[in-house]
């Protein structure tokens, strides 16, 4: 089983809908990221969390919610989708600061389509 | 932290080493450099990060310039499954400072 899972995998919805993806990871790590990548470019962060308790803004938030419901689990919420948010959406997670070798840990991805 | 720059794209033929570069030149002290790499769509997969020294492992050689303005990832025998993009990242390590990732040099390694 992949250690950061994102569900669904792919989504097609229709402008106006609320739609929520799901990650859950089994790594342990506090720090949680959603990033968004559109096509021929990199990837941007939307929202991070350090814990459950707290929740962080990253470039591009507007748009967007989260909820950090347990340390394994990070939600990204698009209350009322448009067709711009056609992208796809990866969860990562990390460590603590200082541990390890610092790196990310993405999931696999969840493709969104807006129409 | 500091802005990168790298080329958009690079070919390699297929056993010959790959060598990428990567500007960082307003890159702080504390600041490490990382290398990803994403295939296709998938999440990105971490390579080999470096403050200093060049490091080595099983993926990849990092060779980071003196001055620290500059670095190259090198994949020894490049094959085609390296072909991907690759993504270029400096921040601190010891911080919450967070990973921004721009847009990569496309690899194709060729037949």
């Known amino acids: 089983d992949a250690d950061v899972t994102q569900t669904p995998r792919n989504r097609i919805t229709k402008t106006g809908k609320r739609i929520m993806l799901e990650c859950s990871q089994t790594?342990?790590?506090?720090?949680m990221y959603w990033y968004r990548q559109d096509p021929g470019l990199g990837l941007r962060l939307i929202y991070y969390?350090?814990?459950?308790?707290?929740?962080n803004k990253g470039e591009i938030s507007d748009g967007y919610s989260v909820s950090r419901q347990a340390q394994a689990k990070f939600s990204l919420s698009l209350e009322s989708a448009i067709p711009n948010q056609t992208a796809l959406y990866f969860c990562?997670?990390?460590?603590?600061?200082?541990?390890?070798?610092?790196?990310?840990?993405f999931g696999e991805g969840s493709r969104l389509t807006v129409l | 932290d500091a802005k990168t720059t790298q080329p958009t794209s690079m070919d390699c033929a297929e056993g010959r080493a790959a060598n990428l570069p990567c500007n960082h030149s307003?890159?702080?002290?504390?600041?490490?450099v990382y290398w990803y790499r994403q295939i296709h769509s998938q999440g990105p997969q971490y390579i080999i990060h470096?403050?200093?020294n060049n490091e080595t492992n099983e993926m990849a050689s990092l060779i980071i310039t003196e001055d620290r303005k500059s670095s190259t990832l090198i994949l020894p025998h490049a094959t085609l499954r390296d072909t991907a993009v690759y993504y270029c990242?400096?921040?601190?390590?010891?911080?919450?400072?967070?990973?921004?990732f721009g847009t990569g040099t496309s690899l194709t390694v060729i037949p």
């Open positions: 990562a997670t990390r460590g603590e600061a200082g541990v390890g070798t610092g790196e990310l840990f």
């Open positions: 790594k342990g790590h506090d720090r």
């Open positions: 969390s350090f814990d459950v308790k707290d929740i």
């Open positions: 307003t890159i702080s002290g504390n600041e490490y």
């Open positions: 470096g403050l200093k």
């Open positions: 990242i400096v921040r601190a390590f010891h911080t919450g400072n967070q990973f921004y």
